[in-house]
């Protein structure tokens, strides 16, 4: 590897503090029940996000964590409290199976914190709140505020997929960015590709890439560097580079390595595939800092 500072923006992580927020899904007795959940049972605070050269962390996207998930804005007004060494945004929490009315007051709590964007996890039981007619009129109104909705749902399943892509064409100004590469798996991988094909025609649409140890959550395992790069290869075929972004989903990730492994095995993985640096860069850095609007310190 060169010389040369590598500069990543990771658009995909989270900090807390336990003692100051809610985080009822970090708590011992509450689901998920993960065996190495004690694990995150501690603070992670900006400080402990750091990188070793060649790589240089030059800015992050927090996503909301729990820190009260019926203020969502007290998240916000943490977050803006603590001290950032580099450039960050946030995403934050919006319940959007709550009643209309008390979903525009909650969006309305949040405007003025200036988030780049909001969360409902439309996985498991959540996963009907996708479908719901309301989020049609939640969606009109990130549009016209400039939010991106962070979608966290299984898109080899055609009824996510279908509905993500009605959205798109309703709010044509609404950008989408789905979560953890739209939980990829091995079993559902053609299903998987045909979405990423059906929503590869949406300019408003990006993904993420990250979330790898979910697929054994809440246990201590190995990157599967063969995995990772088969999701990639296939997502590069399907969208192009300034629609895709590596993250981290830090702290998580550290089931399987610390921060600074992850970022160069990301690395290791592009040489592998035979990416230049320069859309390595696109995809560690360039199209987060573009899809965030995040302005770099």
């Not at 500072?5 to 503090?17: E, M, R």
Request: with cysteine; proline share 6%.
């Amino acid at each position: 590897m060169s010389e040369q500072c590598i500069g990543i923006i990771d658009p995909h992580l989270h900090v807390w503090q336990l003692s100051a927020g809610h985080y009822h899904w970090l708590r011992p007795n509450n689901p998920p029940h993960w065996p190495k959940k004690v694990v995150l049972q501690q603070d992670f605070l900006p400080a402990d996000l750091a990188l070793q050269s060649p790589f240089r962390l030059l800015g992050v996207v927090h996503i909301e964590a729990g820190f009260n998930n019926q203020q969502p804005e007290q998240e916000l007004f943490w977050l803006s409290q603590q001290h950032w060494p580099f450039a960050y945004r946030s995403v934050a929490f919006l319940d959007c199976a709550a009643p209309i009315g008390e979903v525009e007051r909650k969006l309305q709590a949040l405007l003025p914190y200036h988030p780049a964007g909001v969360r409902h996890i439309f996985e498991g039981e959540d996963e009907a709140v996708l479908q719901r007619p309301e989020l049609e009129t939640i969606a009109a109104w990130l549009a016209q505020h400039q939010l991106l909705l962070e979608v966290q749902c299984d898109l080899s399943k055609a009824s996510n997929w279908q509905r993500l892509a009605e959205l798109a064409v309703k709010q044509p100004k609404l950008q989408l960015v789905l979560n953890h590469a739209g939980l990829v798996t091995s079993e559902r991988f053609s299903d998987w590709q045909l979405a990423l094909q059906q929503l590869g025609q949406y300019p408003t649409m990006a993904m993420k890439l990250s979330g790898w140890e979910m697929q054994q959550a809440g246990v201590t395992s190995s990157f599967d560097s063969r995995w990772f790069q088969r999701v990639l290869a296939a997502a590069l075929e399907l969208l192009p580079t300034d629609r895709l972004m590596l993250a981290s989903n830090f702290p998580l990730c550290l089931w399987q390595g610390s921060y600074q492994q992850l970022w160069q095995r990301y690395f290791d993985s592009g040489q592998a595939l035979g990416l230049s640096l320069a859309d390595w860069q696109q995809l560690s850095r360039h199209s987060a800092q573009s899809w965030y609007r995040l302005a770099l310190i």
